[in-house]
């Protein structure tokens, strides 16, 4: 059950409308990183956990970013307004000029509407809350971005403390995620093939001007790593060296 208060969650407060700045913020009312996206991928997912505890929340955080909304589409509205009535304003977004008379609606910054694809729910609660954690790392850089793109500081303001949130939602899934105590490649039911989960396949050229030498990180060397040339490439190393691969003539 909902209750709308009509007291934003943050008071929105800008100095000189700026209708360009106002139509990139529809990226974060209607796109694919922003609020109402979160608000229904945490909502949805909850309405599918069978978790109390972390139904509860999914939930607190999908309402919280319902109350982003309101506060992302009242910053737009503002820088939004001389839409509806200035015609060189209108150049910024004609759509909502002429479709919106200046508000907000359900679009990205570039017209494209809102869509359910931009959700990720998978019903198993850990790859959720992994996607989470994404989604709410890319809105972190998304309003980041903003604020690099104006100068108005009670936008700033705003945007500062819808980012800062990002970061407190982050803390709270991954935390989430950890307390469930599940190895961290542990995905599912079925067990990976052993020896074929810890092979590294060497599918590009390095980093030199050559492709020479390989790059080599904790991400394929060390620990169970090994290091196994390409598939694609194996038949073309042997015959290189002279020799045909193992399995050349089962498949000639």
């Known amino acids: 059950m909902y209750h709308h208060i009509k007291q934003l969650m943050y008071t929105v407060r800008i100095g000189q409308p700026d209708p360009r700045f106002g139509n990139m913020l529809l990226e974060q009312f209607g796109g694919a990183n922003g609020e109402l996206a979160a608000a229904m991928q945490y ?25 982003h909304l309101e506060v992302v ?21 004609p759509l909502i000029a002429i479709a919106g008379g200046g508000g907000v609606n359900l679009y990205n910054s570039m017209g494209d509407p809102w869509t359910a694809d931009y959700l990720k729910i998978t019903g198993e609660l850990d790859v959720d809350l992994r ?29 500062q403390f819808l980012m800062t949130r990002e970061i407190t939602h982050m803390k709270a899934f991954t935390a989430a995620l950890e307390s469930m105590g599940k190895p961290a490649f ?43 040339t390409a598939p694609a490439f194996q038949e073309f190393e042997s015959e290189k060296a002279g020799t045909r691969s193992p399995g050349a003539d089962k498949a000639a």
């Open 73 to 93: 589409g009242t910053l737009a509205r503002m820088h939004l307004k001389p839409l509806k009535s200035d015609r060189n304003a209108a150049h910024a977004d």
């Open 131 to 159: 996607s989470n954690i994404a989604a709410e790392a890319r809105a972190k850089i998304v309003y980041e971005r903003l604020i690099d793109f104006t100068d108005d500081q009670g936008t700033i303001d705003t945007l």
């Open 186 to 228: 542990s995905i599912g039911k079925i067990p990976p093939t052993p020896g074929l989960v810890d092979q590294y396949f060497n599918d590009s050229t390095g980093i030199g001007d050559r492709g020479e030498p390989d790059a080599l990180g904790p991400w394929n060397q060390g620990g169970d790593w090994q290091i196994v």
């Open 43 to 67: 909502s949805v997912q909850g309405l599918n956990c069978d978790d109390p505890e972390r139904k509860d929340l999914l939930m607190d955080i999908g309402t919280e970013e319902l109350s």
